[in-house]
């Protein structure tokens, strides 16, 4: 991170006692990163066994209090929390009387802006949206993780020098995000890091029923190489049957896919659609190798819908992909943390 970037220091937050609602796999790596930075973890909340175990190794010696405690207890405030919880926690803070006029309270929540903490806001706190754009193990790791780690920030004006400090004070880069951008903001986290793992998990499955011995190791080099490539060229990097209008190799991996993955043929139809859509609008796919391509990627997923004809166009090649192949299987307050499962929604990443 570039000296450039560091705020003047009569920007910088004083050193906070801070509080974490939300013993899930976030807060107490963000609250861990800030006693790096100099500020005092002094609570944390958590009902469950595995929060509580979270919170032991992560921030040792800070106690586990309720909530309201937390927040009696603390100037800087972390709600980390699943999506669906925040609102109701934050209006059942705020109606009990737990928040204080002056005090910092930040969700990480990448669905949400600001606005979501408007109770808290008339209750008189100073509210901050800071989304780290990272997936979260719950352990130690994610505190090495933050740093160069970019965050998705909505806050009041006033307070923008504020947050992106908090957020560079965690080793973070700030992006500020506008509060009406925000769902949008988190649909493409979700699209590229949620389903990456999806993509990847099935990938490794279908390598196993092929005969790899080690999908992981087959798979990181490429995997890594393609990754690289699409974050440095875009579309450009496009490789691959699809790209190249191979029709008859398509429809090969939908035959097989039918009959070794069905589960898998629905997603791999979807991603070749807009894998070929994107390679034609860059001029990638020549128009005249698409008609057969399109052909195999209009079928439904069980073969039952679209085109007949065995695709691989000009030499006849290519197995027929028709219907043989269907597939025959085919609150707030204590307990907005209280179960694990909820508390892991938090390996967000992006969340």
Not at 106 to 111: A, E, M, N, W
Not at 207 to 221: D, I, T
Request: charged letters at 25%; glycine letters at 12%.
């Amino acid at each position: 991170m570039s000296t450039s970037q560091q705020p003047d220091p009569r920007d910088r937050p004083a050193r906070l006692a801070v509080g974490v609602v939300g013993a899930g796999r976030v807060g107490p790596a963000l609250a861990a990163s800030l006693r790096l930075a100099g500020h005092r973890p002094v609570a944390v909340s958590g009902v469950s066994d595995a929060s509580q175990r979270r919170a032991e190794q992560m921030l040792p010696g800070v106690p586990l209090v309720s909530p309201a405690e937390v927040l009696r207890r603390s100037e800087l405030v972390l709600l980390t929390v699943p999506d669906d919880a925040l609102a109701g926690l934050v209006t059942g803070l705020a109606e009990t009387g737990a928040v204080r006029p002056g005090q910092l309270l930040v969700h990480t929540s990448g669905r949400y802006g600001a606005k979501v903490l408007d109770p808290a806001l008339r209750a008189g706190a100073l509210p901050l949206a800071l989304h780290p754009a990272m997936t979260f193990t719950g352990t130690p790791v994610d505190v090495q993780r933050l740093a160069g780690c970019s965050f998705g920030v909505t806050a009041p004006e006033e307070l923008r020098l504020a947050a992106e400090a908090l957020v560079i004070e965690m080793g973070g880069e700030p992006e500020w995000i506008a509060e009406d951008m925000r769902p949008l903001y988190h649909a493409a986290l979700a699209l590229g890091a949620n389903h990456l793992v999806t993509l990847v998990a099935q990938a490794m499955e279908l390598l196993s029923e092929s005969g790899v011995s080690a999908p992981a190791r087959m798979l990181g080099p490429l995997l890594g190489a393609a990754l690289d490539n699409a974050l440095r060229s875009g579309d450009a990097a496009l490789t691959g049957p699809v790209a190249r209008g191979d029709a008859g190799t398509v429809a090969a991996h939908v035959a097989e896919l039918r009959r070794h993955a069905p589960q898998a043929v629905s997603g791999y139809l979807a991603m070749a659609r807009a894998t070929a859509d994107r390679a034609l609008a860059h001029g990638l796919l020549k128009p005249e190798l698409a008609e057969d391509l399109l052909d195999v990627l209009a079928e439904g997923p069980d073969g039952a819908d679209g085109p007949r004809r065995a695709p691989g166009g000009r030499d006849g090649r290519g197995p027929d992909v028709g219907g043989d192949g269907r597939d025959d299987g085919g609150d707030h307050g204590d307990d907005a943390d209280d179960r694990d499962d909820r508390e892991d929604r938090e390996d967000r990443d992006g969340r």
